[in-house]
């Protein structure tokens, strides 16, 4: 998909790889995830009408239980610009909200230096306020006093770059519009940590060369900067560490270069149906990230010795690595919720019940 | 098989195992103590303020009369009730100015009522500003109680203004003044309510349903269309429903109002008391789920 659509614009490309944010090589760790898992319980209905006078009266919904995000650990430091890619549905979303702390996971752990600010796609904050209202109740709501936010509310309006439009109800804005409002609104507040969910890919050219530096200042303060999207071209241009989700779980963490190269090739043969050679690449990616995973898991100092990683991993792969790739194999694109075809009929029963099993054992968050 | 780390020392132990400084990190996504929590509310009082005044004053802005509506909508009650209950059904027959006690009751009630069925909705249709900015969500009840009591301000005026002007005409007494106590009793009563029904709508949709007919009931067990003591003979029923904080605070409020009386202590301790009680109650019940409020679904 995204190598067929090749942008026509290298001179702003070539711009954006002299501008490549750099990590610096020792900082104090900022977001620290611990195993996170976030499982749904949300109602099925079947497509195909079960047989029978039964199936026509009963209803076809059953509960059954999503695992978006299936034990992610991750270790971010100060100054990193961390890029999330993944296809639609494999959890990167899912993912930033639980490390922005909107949303509890339903097991694992969060640690933060300091409180994320999210910034997702959805509606307009208060539809029936103006712009410039919702600028300064978006202030307010991150706890400023109200003498700075009256302060910097002409700034946040300048930076959103609606021109006459603040002043319009925000019911009226369209998504790109309402998306650099909230940019505006959480890059003003200075925060540590900025989380992007997308969001940006509304906006236009102007606008996504002001926020792009708008970032880069943020990280030159220390900062940490997020960042989720489907395509690698959004990512790779901008970010200096790529983190690849894959059915909730990292494949691969670490060079923007490596990774992004590696999802490239696994996009690119998924959209041209050439599922084999895609899931080969897959394979490839997690044997690779393996050791990238391993580090950033966390164990306690007694027990490091039995998980050797990076040994042997040809002769007995670890069992981690292997369920995965039995998960990866099993299930097609684009999910595993599709009437049995051939490929369900050569491996049919683990496909199902891997991603989605019937039972409610909905994580409780203790 | 690796040891599990689990708590949050573990977690700092194994950081520190791998030459990584654990300090300053700090667990998100789980509720603060409670003392933290109302510190963090009190921070923000400028943002609930801002908020409910806000919604005040916009949430007739896509009507034409836009804020007319304010006064309107309780005069249009008010001249309602009067016109059945008053002229056609003449159900007030043997007591005095009916008219006026049958609009205090409806207009009083309607209040708290809408406090509870506008709960169960409330943090889902705020969802925008909860997934966007990280606040104690308890903010959103409050300024939703705000709003309405601001919106309540109007009622009791054209409240004051029916029963002056509907026959047998009542006229201003000193006593009115206390109009405004009894007032914020109520607000207190709806706030709690609001926060108890806002956490149960948010898990169990449903609510809304179950939680409209309670909310009929309680306009029976208030006395607000006729007085109780008429139809309730039995001693004990009589007192469990005079320790209702609703029927207290209308029977007060018509006292004052119709009879140009101070209620006496028995009904000011029981209203506060309860009111106040069951706004602890709701606080605590809210808090207690205020990391959930940020989910997806369910």
């Given at each position: 998909m995204d190598e067929s659509s090749a942008d026509p614009a290298p001179t702003e490309d070539d711009d954006h790889h002299d501008t490549l944010w750099v990590a610096p090589e020792e900082s104090p760790l900022t977001v620290v995830a611990h195993r996170v898992r976030m499982r749904y319980k949300v109602p099925r209905t079947d497509r195909a009408p079960r047989p029978g006078l039964l199936g026509k009266l009963s209803t076809r919904r059953s509960m059954v239980s999503v695992s978006a995000v299936r034990g992610v650990d991750l270790l971010v430091r100060e100054g990193e610009f961390v890029g999330i890619i993944g296809r639609n549905g494999s959890g990167k979303s899912t993912l930033l909200r639980m490390l922005a702390g909107v949303e509890p996971p339903t097991a694992g752990a969060v640690y933060t230096s300091a409180r994320p600010q999210l910034l997702g796609v959805?509606?307009?904050?208060?539809?029936?306020?103006?712009g410039a209202e919702n600028i300064k109740l978006g202030f307010l709501a991150l706890g400023m006093s109200p003498e700075k936010a009256e302060e910097l509310v002409p700034h946040a309006a300048e930076l959103s770059a609606l021109g006459e439009a603040v002043d319009l109800p925000m019911r009226t804005y369209s998504s790109g519009m309402s998306s650099r409002l909230k940019f505006a609104i959480s890059v003003m507040a200075q925060p540590k940590i900025l989380m992007v969910d997308e969001?940006?890919?509304?906006?236009d050219a102007t606008f996504s060369k002001r926020s792009k530096s708008k970032m880069d200042e943020l990280l030159e303060n220390a900062g940490t900067v997020f960042m989720v999207n489907h395509a690698p071209r959004a990512i790779e241009n901008v970010c200096s560490r790529v983190i690849w989700m894959e059915r909730g779980r990292v494949v691969m963490d670490g060079d923007t270069k490596e990774v992004s190269a590696m999802y490239r090739s696994f996009t690119y043969r998924m959209a041209r149906d050439r599922e084999d050679e895609a899931m080969g690449i897959l394979r490839e990616a997690i044997e690779h990230g393996e050791a990238q995973r391993a580090a950033s898991a966390l164990t306690l100092p007694e027990d490091h010795a039995p998980v050797a990683p990076d040994n042997v991993p040809e002769l007995e792969p670890d069992p981690f690595t292997s369920i995965f790739e039995l998960q990866m194999r099993a299930q097609s694109f684009?999910?595993?919720?599709?009437?049995?075809?051939r490929r369900a009929a050569t491996r049919p029963a683990p496909s199902a019940t891997a991603t989605i099993s019937t039972t409610d054992q909905r994580g409780r968050h203790s | 098989m690796v040891n599990e780390v689990k708590s949050t020392s573990d977690v700092k132990r194994a950081l520190e195992a791998k030459?990584?400084?654990?300090?300053g990190l700090a667990r998100i996504g789980v509720r603060p103590p409670l003392g933290e929590y109302i510190q963090q509310l009190w921070q923000r009082r400028h943002f609930i303020w801002y908020d409910s005044r806000h919604r005040a004053s916009t949430q007739n802005s896509r009507m034409h009369l836009g804020n007319v509506w304010l006064f309107l909508r309780p005069l249009i009650d008010a001249a309602f009730y009067f016109v059945i209950f008053g002229l056609v059904l003449k159900i007030g027959r043997g007591m005095e100015n009916y008219p006026a006690f049958l609009i205090i009751g409806i207009l009083l009630y309607r209040s708290t009522a809408t406090s509870i069925t506008s709960g169960t909705s409330l943090l889902r249709s705020n969802k925008a500003m909860i997934k966007a900015f990280t606040f104690p969500r308890a903010s959103i009840p409050i300024s939703a109680v705000l709003q309405a009591t601001m919106t309540a301000v109007f009622t009791i005026m054209v409240m004051c203004f029916a029963i002056m002007v509907i026959p047998p005409f009542a006229l201003p007494q000193i006593?009115?003044?206390?109009v405004i106590p009894i007032f914020l009793i109520q607000t207190v009563l709806n706030l709690g309510l609001m926060l108890i029904t806002a956490r149960i709508g948010f898990h169990v949709p449903d609510m809304a349903n179950v939680l409209g007919v309670v909310s009929r009931f309680l306009m029976y067990g208030s006395g607000?269309?006729?007085?109780i003591e008429r139809f309730v003979d039995n001693e004990t029923a009589l007192s469990i429903v005079t320790l209702n904080p609703l029927y207290q605070i209308i029977d007060m409020m018509r006292t004052v109002l119709l009879d140009g009386q101070v209620p006496d202590l028995r009904a000011w301790t029981i209203s506060i008391v309860s009111a106040v009680g069951i706004l602890v109650i709701g606080f605590i019940y809210f808090w207690r789920a205020e990391e959930s409020y940020g989910r997806e679904l369910g």
């Amino acid at each position: 998909m995204d190598e067929s659509s090749a942008d026509p614009a290298p001179t702003e490309d070539d711009d954006h790889h002299d501008t490549l944010w750099v990590a610096p090589e020792e900082s104090p760790l900022t977001v620290v995830a611990h195993r996170v898992r976030m499982r749904y319980k949300v109602p099925r209905t079947d497509r195909a009408p079960r047989p029978g006078l039964l199936g026509k009266l009963s209803t076809r919904r059953s509960m059954v239980s999503v695992s978006a995000v299936r034990g992610v650990d991750l270790l971010v430091r100060e100054g990193e610009f961390v890029g999330i890619i993944g296809r639609n549905g494999s959890g990167k979303s899912t993912l930033l909200r639980m490390l922005a702390g909107v949303e509890p996971p339903t097991a694992g752990a969060v640690y933060t230096s300091a409180r994320p600010q999210l910034l997702g796609v959805s509606a307009a904050l208060m539809s029936d306020l103006t712009g410039a209202e919702n600028i300064k109740l978006g202030f307010l709501a991150l706890g400023m006093s109200p003498e700075k936010a009256e302060e910097l509310v002409p700034h946040a309006a300048e930076l959103s770059a609606l021109g006459e439009a603040v002043d319009l109800p925000m019911r009226t804005y369209s998504s790109g519009m309402s998306s650099r409002l909230k940019f505006a609104i959480s890059v003003m507040a200075q925060p540590k940590i900025l989380m992007v969910d997308e969001a940006l890919s509304t906006g236009d050219a102007t606008f996504s060369k002001r926020s792009k530096s708008k970032m880069d200042e943020l990280l030159e303060n220390a900062g940490t900067v997020f960042m989720v999207n489907h395509a690698p071209r959004a990512i790779e241009n901008v970010c200096s560490r790529v983190i690849w989700m894959e059915r909730g779980r990292v494949v691969m963490d670490g060079d923007t270069k490596e990774v992004s190269a590696m999802y490239r090739s696994f996009t690119y043969r998924m959209a041209r149906d050439r599922e084999d050679e895609a899931m080969g690449i897959l394979r490839e990616a997690i044997e690779h990230g393996e050791a990238q995973r391993a580090a950033s898991a966390l164990t306690l100092p007694e027990d490091h010795a039995p998980v050797a990683p990076d040994n042997v991993p040809e002769l007995e792969p670890d069992p981690f690595t292997s369920i995965f790739e039995l998960q990866m194999r099993a299930q097609s694109f684009p999910g595993t919720l599709q009437p049995r075809g051939r490929r369900a009929a050569t491996r049919p029963a683990p496909s199902a019940t891997a991603t989605i099993s019937t039972t409610d054992q909905r994580g409780r968050h203790s | 098989m690796v040891n599990e780390v689990k708590s949050t020392s573990d977690v700092k132990r194994a950081l520190e195992a791998k030459n990584l400084d654990p300090s300053g990190l700090a667990r998100i996504g789980v509720r603060p103590p409670l003392g933290e929590y109302i510190q963090q509310l009190w921070q923000r009082r400028h943002f609930i303020w801002y908020d409910s005044r806000h919604r005040a004053s916009t949430q007739n802005s896509r009507m034409h009369l836009g804020n007319v509506w304010l006064f309107l909508r309780p005069l249009i009650d008010a001249a309602f009730y009067f016109v059945i209950f008053g002229l056609v059904l003449k159900i007030g027959r043997g007591m005095e100015n009916y008219p006026a006690f049958l609009i205090i009751g409806i207009l009083l009630y309607r209040s708290t009522a809408t406090s509870i069925t506008s709960g169960t909705s409330l943090l889902r249709s705020n969802k925008a500003m909860i997934k966007a900015f990280t606040f104690p969500r308890a903010s959103i009840p409050i300024s939703a109680v705000l709003q309405a009591t601001m919106t309540a301000v109007f009622t009791i005026m054209v409240m004051c203004f029916a029963i002056m002007v509907i026959p047998p005409f009542a006229l201003p007494q000193i006593s009115w003044v206390l109009v405004i106590p009894i007032f914020l009793i109520q607000t207190v009563l709806n706030l709690g309510l609001m926060l108890i029904t806002a956490r149960i709508g948010f898990h169990v949709p449903d609510m809304a349903n179950v939680l409209g007919v309670v909310s009929r009931f309680l306009m029976y067990g208030s006395g607000v269309m006729f007085p109780i003591e008429r139809f309730v003979d039995n001693e004990t029923a009589l007192s469990i429903v005079t320790l209702n904080p609703l029927y207290q605070i209308i029977d007060m409020m018509r006292t004052v109002l119709l009879d140009g009386q101070v209620p006496d202590l028995r009904a000011w301790t029981i209203s506060i008391v309860s009111a106040v009680g069951i706004l602890v109650i709701g606080f605590i019940y809210f808090w207690r789920a205020e990391e959930s409020y940020g989910r997806e679904l369910g």
